[in-house]
């Protein structure tokens, strides 16, 4: 016998971004999936219209349950991620809502972590209590010591690395060893790696959630989640989503692909161009401490070192204690950085933010935070503008401006406004 062809090389990321769910043959040479805009989808015969149904899903001819366009985007976030199917849906925080109701029953007992995204914990206060469902907060750095709170109850485990707004990170490994063992499911948000410089299922995560509006969009122009999950979660995520009729536009759907062809490119960028604002910022006397898990003394950063392949361009600095007007000089100076929630997209954002609010311990900084998103500016330009707006800052402390104002310490607010 002819000896055997080797096998083909695992292709680099930038490559599959291209290439993935690209089937030209199938309509009529067009190198994008086109947009397929309809609800109904007719069957020519009797015998066409049973062949479409699924065992369990009757109704699964429609175009609620996708289109062409929605298949191909999830067969490419499935491939990058590594996992074994995704399910799109209308928005990040759809993502994250569905993902844990789809693996729950009432009586569970749910984990999740202190630093989660404030709407995933209000859904968790609110949704989940009401249902009866048990939500306990755990603290970021348990790793696997999250065994001590696991029970016969814990049926999912959700984890976010870094966390929202402080960036503190997780032991994945960890956790996920030791709730599977107890049998429970991990639920990730990987939104700030994305697939491409953290591989959740490799690391022990059954589902994981992307928040297409940030990174797999990246142009600012669409809103989308995607949950993405193993072999083990795939039947429970995909029959938990079906069933609320979650559904999303084609046009937003096409527009998250043309978006994902040039993942790879952007997020380079991003790493780099915020590690480098990262940097400068935490030799400012104004700045007290600077989040990133990619800087050499963050507490993260081990963690990062051995889990992650890169960065995204969100961070955060804690600012030291300072009058209201000197915190608005600071915002009100800048001209490429927007005030503005949500991230990820070409356009470079800061965001003042509330205190972070914890179930474990209480947050250590006392003065304002501020969440910074690196776009695709230059960065010397980028480095400028935050340089001149901590420079107004200044000024307005020397100068004394606003006398009786009082210090800007961030407030705590319930997390049903904490940022996007």
């Not at 049998?183 to 959740?200: I, Q, R």
């Not at 001209?335 to 205190?355: A, K």
């Not at 209480?362 to 969440?371: E, H, T």
Request: negative net charge.
């Amino acid at each position: 016998m002819p000896p055997k062809p080797p096998a083909p090389q695992a292709l680099r990321p930038s490559t599959v971004l291209t290439h993935a769910a690209r089937r030209p043959a199938q309509h009529h040479g067009m190198v994008n999936t086109p947009i397929y805009r309809g609800s109904t989808i007719l069957s020519s015969t009797l015998q066409e219209w049973e062949n479409r149904k699924t065992p369990d899903n009757p109704y699964a001819s429609y175009c609620r349950f996708g289109t062409p366009t929605t298949a191909a985007l999830e067969e490419m976030v499935a491939e990058v991620e590594g996992g074994y199917g995704s399910i799109v849906l209308p928005s990040g925080l759809a993502a994250c809502t569905h993902a844990i109701l789809a693996l729950v029953r009432t009586g569970d007992h749910v984990l999740i972590c202190d630093s989660v995204y404030g709407p995933v914990r209000a859904f968790a206060e609110a949704v989940l209590a009401r249902f009866g469902i048990e939500a306990e907060f755990y603290d970021p750095g348990v790793g696997a010591d999250i065994a001590r709170l696991l029970c016969p109850r814990t049926r999912v485990v959700y984890v976010e690395a870094p966390g929202s707004g402080t960036f503190e990170m997780q032991d994945i490994p960890a956790i996920a060893q030791q709730a599977r063992q107890a049998g429970a499911f991990v639920v990730m948000d990987n939104t700030w790696a994305t697939p491409l410089y953290f591989k959740p299922f490799v690391h022990g995560v059954d589902v994981s959630i992307q928040a297409g509006t940030k990174y797999l969009v990246g142009h600012s122009d669409a809103i989308l989640g995607v949950a993405t999950a193993n072999e083990r979660a795939w039947p429970l995520l995909r029959k938990g989503v079906q069933d609320f009729g979650q559904t999303i536009g084609p046009d937003d759907v096409f527009l998250a692909m043309r978006g994902m062809r040039t993942l790879a490119l952007r997020l380079r960028q991003h790493w780099e161009t915020g590690l480098r604002l990262a940097h400068l910022l935490s030799g400012h006397p104004l700045v007290e401490r600077v989040m990133h898990p990619a800087l050499p003394d963050d507490p993260g950063h081990a963690l990062w070192r051995r889990d992650f392949t890169g960065a995204s361009g969100l961070f955060a600095i804690a600012l030291r204690p300072m009058p209201r007007e000197a915190l608005a000089a600071f915002f009100d100076t800048l001209q490429l950085f927007g005030i503005g929630l949500s991230w990820g997209g070409y356009e470079s954002l800061v965001l003042p933010m509330d205190t972070p609010r914890r179930n474990t311990r209480a947050w250590p900084m006392q003065g304002p935070l501020v969440r910074i998103h690196a776009g695709l500016e230059d960065a010397d330009d980028l480095a400028a503008d935050l340089m001149r707006g901590l420079e107004a800052a200044d000024q307005t402390l020397r100068t004394g401006t606003g006398p009786g104002s009082g210090l800007v310490v961030p407030r705590t607010i319930d997390c049903i406004e904490e940022q996007a």
